[in-house]
């Protein structure tokens, strides 16, 4: 089996599920049912930003890199642009509750606005 191929795959399904996080909210505005998947997805961002916690998501793509016989992430395009995006250098738990605060305040701003649109419309 092709377990770095497998971690890199770990790595995308990260990356899109940080991103829906993050924007999903704004999804909100042309697809009704988004909320569903969203507002606990994003419940569980805001959870792993505050707890100080970590994704399930990363000690399997680390299992996965450790059965492909590597040991950090070093070479092609998912390890040398996207891993970064993950795992950025610096990362305390200070700056994790910054990014909660970001994450919660870009989402005010999408469901906010999706309210007020659903508003006017009954208005």
Known sequence: MDWKLLADAVVLVHLAFVAFVVGGGFLTWRYRLIPIAHLPALAWGIWIEWS?????????ENHLRERAGQSGYSGGFIEHYIIPVLYPPGLTHEVQWVLAAVLIAVNVVAYGKLMASRRSQRA
Do not use: A, D, S
């Open 52 to 60: 100080g916690w970590i994704c399930p998501l990363t000690p399997l």
